[in-house]
């Protein structure tokens, strides 16, 4: 019996992820931010002619088991590399991002499984100068972007995939091997990339980075998340210190938030109800229930929130937002 399964990794620039003078080919509309991918992959081919991922990583494993035993196995996929448009006169240039060679150390065989494990990156599209130690004390060259991506089959039928790794920048989300939105990284650190992401410290220099991984957001919450950040009025951005609080329980308040990065804790009575990462659309209860905070939102890491008029959304659509946060009787804010 051959059992196979895949899992895919996507790279992608949200807005408001990027920080400093970089930001301003952005804002002047020279660069562009990415649409978020969608929740189901028909083609990861189509996504890349269609200029929709910086990055793709792709890695599908089977194995044979005979009488419960694993008697061969083998893996296949790779990376698939985006480009990067810059418009200038109304004129677009491209430029190709630079594919590094795939890392696939030798499978992990173990007692009824087999562990696969995949790097794939590069370096992006544009050059950018960066400061360092030696003469000239500028180098021209752009940091890289990877994901490094493990998925493990049993011989009982079973299969898990991880996110073991990836570069600090831009937006990873994860695809099973239905090509289903899975998982998605939790928080982007422009900074730490821009000036770390180079040589050594990459898994080509046989240094990874670990990754903040968060469970999906609802359909609903993808929904409004486009509302919010593509509606008449732009959203207030609100940054969050790592242990400050976006609202606290009990507060008066009307806004909703949108939280774009970082993991926020759910705090209800001062005890931890849920995590929740990029893309959850939080604060509809109050709106609901009187116009008080029902929950503490507390910035596990560093957060980047959007506020918008709760007013704005339908009380219906908010009553179903809210069914769908219950988490064993708690409340969330």
Sequence with gaps: MRIESAVTSISWIPSEAVQGVTKIPFEMGLAHYDDPPPDHVESLEALQAADRFRFANQLTAWIEVVDGHIVG????????????TITL????MTFAAVAFPDKRPAP???DGWVR???TCGGRTGVPAPRRVNRPPFVQIAAPLAWTTLTLTLRADGTWTHELTGASPFPRHWVYDRDQNLNQKTGLVDFKSWYQRAFGSHTPWGDEDSPALVTEVETALERELSARIMRGGVK???QTVKQ???LVNQGDVGTDM???LDGVLSVEVDGVSVANVGPGAVLGER???EGGRRTATLRALTACKAAAANGAEVAPEILSELAEGHRREGAQAG
């Design 243 to 245: 242990g400050a609080t």
């Design 108 to 110: 992990v065989v173990g």
């Design 286 to 288: 109050a709106l609901l």
């Design 257 to 259: 938030y949108l939280l």
């Design 73 to 84: 196995h083998g893996q296949a996929g790779g990376g698939q590399i985006g480009s990067t």
């Design 89 to 92: 006169g109304g004129r677009g």
């Design 116 to 118: 696969f494990t995949q």
């Design 235 to 237: 959203p207030r951005i």
